[in-house]
């Protein structure tokens, strides 16, 4: 496959080695009047369209004149697994409830751990599949999925399951994360370090065993998981071979961030009120902070992470979703233009974090996240001229088109190609 005649061709070139930091951020390394060749489900060469067309012959062709072409978005922090939906509480938070409020009343993620419970993994796969087809649909082709929806051993490996299933059976890799320390179940309420043991002495070693996680995070927050807690479980996981996310300061400034340096965390996730002390930290361990803009305008909170201020000290920022009940957002375009129009990340500096700089949040750099050689054939192509239009048109679908692995699966007005 030849895909030519990008106005730009946006290459991320030189950001797989180590996450793009401060001014880097915005070198984006645009070729102009450019081609990528594709071969095996692999990137072949990234050149000029002259170059390649004197040395290659293309049984497929995708004229992009006109368009931009960038790596396919990768979304690091999704919670993709689970049933039910909560419209009833975003009707509550409009009239004032806040989302611990909500938790600590049974709702939230606990009234989704009570429909996810019973849910056959059937179910889940399908509900999953149609999530993952939009997501597609908008340019996304890698993303990370956390369980937390189960909260009990059984439900948190049919949660994992349903994501190992998905990667064989659908074209969107899938990168699974165990958060079984996202919220303190009803069934061990006034016991969290009651329930903390089970996921330290049951949940993590029979999920390293299977092999059905790469990372294990956990939410430390005030009234949920606290510091000592949450060393607990992503010490041990560590030591089954499960790499340490945190959810961090979200809600309120609790030492997330210094937690994350601490335990050598990939990321540290959120940090709304994370303190000058522990984005010191983060920089300096090169701790990605994966920052979700959707989240808090979801909340309805003035308040977003200051991107400008991490991006200023040398935090290596990514960009995700956080997919889920309470922030239905599937789209990757549409983070980028919060990020820019609410944390005033520049358009390029987004873009870096919603590819590169988010496939070193789930440790797949070598893989995704820019169009270099060797790396998988993941592409997308928008049907702007420049990719300043991300973050400056939305509301609608900028996707023209979207290569997976080589293979077309997203054409022209993102109606999905049969597979």
Known sequence: MLIEDANELVTLKGGSLKPLVGKRMEELGIIRDACVAVKNGKILEVSKRREIERNLKAEETINAKGKVVIPGFVDPHTHLVFAGSREDEFEMQLKGASYMEILQKGGGILKT????????EQELIESC???????LEHGTTTVEAKSGYGLNLKDEVKSLRVMKRLNEMQPVDIVPTFLGAHAIPREYKEQADKYVDLVIDKMIPKIANKKLAEFCDVFCEKGVFNISQSRRILLHGKKYGL???VHADEMTPFGGAELAAEVGAVSAEHLLFASEEGLKMMAKRGIIAVLLPAAAFTLMTSRY????KMISMGVPVALATDFNPSCWVENQQFVISLACRQMRMT??????????NAAHAINREGEVGSLEPGKKADIV?????????LGYKLGVNLVDKVIKAGKLVVDVEGSLKPR
């Open 129 to 135: 599949r149609k999530t993952l087809n939009i997501m």
């Open 381 to 389: 192509v928008l049907d702007i001229l420049s990719y300043r239009f």
């Open 347 to 356: 358009p390029a500096e987004a873009l870096t974090a919603a590819t590169i």
């Open 305 to 308: 992470a200051e991107a400008r």
């Open 243 to 245: 790499k340490p996310k």
């Open 113 to 120: 751990v009570q429909h996810t419970r019973r849910a056959s």
